[in-house]
């Protein structure tokens, strides 16, 4: 029977420019998710808004497009959200974790 591969070796450690990466990659989701939920709240005072004008009777076609716009807009903030996620763990992923010097 054959002798059993030996374990690999330990990884040294996480160079500096890689931390500094990863800390980016996280600022920028964070980012977006504040933004997404920034939208959000934006969007419930809108839609009250809205509904309130609509419940009134004053211009109810116009609140009817306010809401539609408004959850559109709560939509592309979720869908940036995605984004920037993809984009940062694209990045995080390309970049080196060790240098060849072992920095």
Do not use: W
Not at 12 to 32: F, K, L, N, R, T
Not at 44 to 52: L, S
């Amino acid at each position: 029977m054959p002798e059993p591969d030996p374990p690999p070796p330990e990884p040294g450690p996480v160079s500096p420019s890689y931390e500094i990466v990863a800390h980016a990659c996280a600022m920028a989701i964070q980012d977006a998710a504040v933004y997404m939920r920034s939208m959000q709240t934006l969007v419930v005072a809108t839609t009250g808004a809205a509904q309130e004008r609509m419940l009134n009777g004053a211009n109810v076609q116009d609140a009817a497009t306010v809401v539609a716009l408004a959850q559109m807009a709560v939509t592309a903030a979720g869908l940036t959200f995605g984004e920037v996620g993809v984009a940062a763990s694209s990045v995080l992923k390309s970049f080196p974790v060790r240098t060849p010097s072992g920095e």
